[in-house]
């Protein structure tokens, strides 16, 4: 056909394949990276907490509080349909994450300051159970943490869901295990092996630091869903 008749060229057949692939690689980045922003505080809670109060000198059942920070796992489908209803899920899973890295940021500094009153108070090792009153505050951050990782949970899961087809969704189920599992590692074998070597404030620190930095790198390049359209209603029949 002619130009004038409004011919447009099909595009060759690689430049189909060539997309494809660029959005499965796409896909594959941003679904490790917000399933390792979830794996993260996980550990952080149940992993390194745990070194950290046996680093103290908490006895092993005063360690074993730390299993009740599965509690607001267990409770966040109270709270999830205010994520799904008000905003984005994107945007709660960029706010939550950086809310948490500001969170464990907090943790990191009392944490330091714990193990300096033990330390100066001799409370090491700890039968009295002195160095449990003196974690107070790091259990209500901890229990923040709780919370908002919950929260984060409910958003990511969400997001995956709807950015993804049922095909991607069993493609890329794989990933997302791993991605946890890797966050896993980072923390009860990086983390805990930073708090060991120099102290707890670089061990928690570094975990602030990587979940700022996955906040800000997801807000910049995470992709922007459209939810699903809704089923249309019946049309009404008209009436005069």
Not at 42 to 52: K, M, R, T
Not at 156 to 179: K, P
Request: with cysteine; hydrophobic share 50%; aromatic share 12%.
């Amino acid at each position: 056909m002619h130009e004038s008749g409004g011919f447009t060229p099909a595009a060759p057949l690689w430049y189909g394949a060539a997309v494809r692939a660029r959005r499965r690689k796409g896909t594959l980045a941003w679904t490790s990276s917000t399933y390792f922003a979830e794996g993260l505080p996980w550990s952080l809670l149940h992993q390194v907490a745990a070194e950290y109060f046996s680093a103290i000198g908490l006895r092993p059942a005063q360690v074993g509080y730390t299993s009740l920070l599965h509690g607001p796992t267990f409770l966040k489908l109270l709270w999830s349909p205010i994520v799904e209803l008000f905003g984005t899920l994107r945007g709660w899973m960029i706010g939550t994450q950086a809310l948490l890295g500001v969170a464990v940021g907090v943790l990191a500094i009392l944490a330091h300051w714990v193990v300096g009153e033990v330390s100066a108070a001799g409370m090491h090792p700890d039968p009295s159970g002195s160095a449990l009153s003196a974690t107070g505050w790091i259990w209500v951050v901890l229990v923040t943490i709780g919370v908002l990782s919950a929260t984060h949970d409910i958003a990511c899961d969400g997001y995956y869901m709807e950015a993804l087809d049922a095909d991607d969704q069993a493609r890329f189920s794989g990933v997302r295990v791993a991605a946890f599992r890797a966050a896993m590692l980072v923390g009860s074998s990086g983390l805990v092996f930073l708090g060991g070597l120099f102290n707890w404030f670089v061990g928690f620190g570094v975990g602030a630091i990587l979940l700022l930095g996955l906040a800000l790198a997801h807000r910049r390049f995470l992709p922007r869903t459209t939810p699903p359209p809704e089923s249309e209603p019946e049309e009404k029949a008209n009436t005069e």
